[in-house]
């Protein structure tokens, strides 16, 4: 916690900075001296102060309990949580285009395998759970799910 | 009494019976999976009740919810993981009491004082709310920014093991919060040009972002399999229960009253009132003893607070706006959605529907005895669910659910950055809570502010001038100064 607490302390700080700075630009309510800059100067300031002091207290060895160290999971799948990530963005950048129904289960395939689920299993269940959101979602609550490549069929 | 009348009438319906029914089991189901919580359940079930008249869409998220928090008791006996936070602060002496061979009765008082309990914070929430109402229709601007000040200031300092985390917490809630126009001066602030952003952060993908995506991506990198404490199937876990009501009525009560307490203060939920009944059950018990060995005694009490939390947390969610926990932060959304905002003008313009709100709260906790039955019955087989396979479904049905709110992909990507900077929250320590009230209250603090100015013209002291709010800024400023008090008291104790 204690190495985490400097950068993340860091990075704020640089955040609380920025978001002062830009805090400033911001117009006044007419006839007033404040406006809407005030919240995001106060919060940037907030941001800066809290930095500083997260930073301060990181080199003090004496404000973490000798147990505060979260145990290491035993094995960590950080290839997991990416390929979750990535295949949210793939969703996202390729459903309009290519369409839920063709997107979704290539999605849930991706994230099924990230997470050792086996392939005949995660081939049922990826064709499964798309049909049974698309019903929920198209059919039922009548989101405009994207057709994208069926569209001329539809 | 028509109100009382009309609001039986709207929820003694098919429609609404079914999705209570339905709800009810669906809450069951994802508290009783541990790294799925009541609070997840509630996001994912937005973008479904989005759809539904505002009463069924209440009643779905209040049963679901009342659902979950019980349901989370389960795997805590059988596999020593909580099925959501709120049980966490028992699972060992569920466990325990388990592996001494007493299933039926960890998971019958799990069930029972979960009832029980939640009985007690719907009453307090019933007898409060319109009594609250009254008094908070003659507040300004003045009370209600106090109002939000002590909102945060309990989210941090009572909810909290680091205020100073807290604080950074809510600080980048209020930055979320200032995306948009939505400001006194109108001002565009943080939006790069972007028409969406111009509209601000929709709060409900963000939710479902921080409450189930960050979730998601945690089990992803987990590798934990837990084993099953009992293979045999179980007995009436009814059995012995009234004799522990007459045993411990103490403890039902002060459980009870604490945990609806807790709940009403912003920002603190089921979680945080099961973990302060516990220790305050250890403290005055007359057998401290037997605490951590398998004992019954902390699970009556802390079992019946976190269920007493969930009625507790809606009345300032109904009464002000401010909600009491994250459950109730996603609700008030839900509420605005349903053009149901909340405040003490709801009691005076839609009382049915807040009778309505009641009469829900009251049948899913009676629901809750035979479909807990249920589930306790047929906890088994979910436990063997993999949560592997959920998850990704999970996944695509938050995307959808996203996308649904505004029909617009701008929410998947909020959803998705949510979700992520969520995930490095809980890995660093910073509390989610804070940054949810902040995102919830934000606007309403900055716009109850800036009125407060004009009309005291630039007089900052006028902040202090009428009682409520005087009491209400005094106090906060008092919770605030407390740390250093204390601080300061212990460097002056002689050592």
New interface residues.
Partial sequence: ?RR??RW?GIA?AGLGAV?LW?GRG????PG?????G???M??GA??VL??L??IA?SQRAGAYPADAEPAA??????G??L???A???A??LL??RVGFLFV?PA??IA??L????RLV?ALL??IG??IV?HV??YKL?????PWGLLRPFY | MDAVLTAFGLVFQPYVLVVIVLSALYGLFVGAIPGLTATMATALLV??T??MPPVPAIAAIVTATAMAIFAGDIPSALLRMPGTPASAAYTDEAYLLTRKGQAEIALGSGLVFSVLGGIFGVLVLIVAAPALAEVALKFSSFEYFWLVMLGFTCAIFIAGSDP??G??SL??G??IS?VGLD?????P??TFGNAELAGGISLIPLMIGMFA?GE??R??????KPAMAVERPFGNVFRGMWALVKKYPLQLLRGSALGTLVGALPGAGADIAAWMSYGMSKKFSKEPEKFGTGHVEGIVESGAANNSALGGAWIPALVFGIPGDSITAIAIGVLYLKNMNPGPMLFVENPQNIYAVFIVFMLAQILMLPLGWLAIKVAKQILRI?A??L???I???C??GS??IN?S?FG??V??VGG?VA?FME???FPIAPTILAVVL?TM??EHF?SS??KAD?NLLAFFERPIAGTLGVLTLLIWGLPLLRRRARTAAPT
């Fill in positions: 916690m985490s607490d993340v704020l978001v830009t911001f117009p006044n309510v007033q001296r404040l406006g809407a005030f919240l995001p106060l919060t907030g941001l809290c930095a002091a997260l207290r999971p035993r094995r960590e799948h950080y997991s949580a390929v979750i990530v295949t949210v963005i969703y996202v459903a309009d979704a999605c849930l994230v099924f990230a997470l050792r689920v299993p269940w990826a759970g798309t959101v929920a979602f609550l009548r989101v405009p799910l | 973008p479904v989005f759809f100073l985390k604080v950074v600080l980048l209020l930055l200032c400001n006194p001066a109108g001002a602030r943080y995506v998601v991506l089990f992803a990198i987990s590798d934990d993999p592997a396979v998850m990704p479904l996944l695509l049905f995307v959808v996308f649904a029909n992909m998947v990507i959803m998705l992520i995930f890995r660093w320590g934000g603090l900055e800036f100015l004009v630039g």
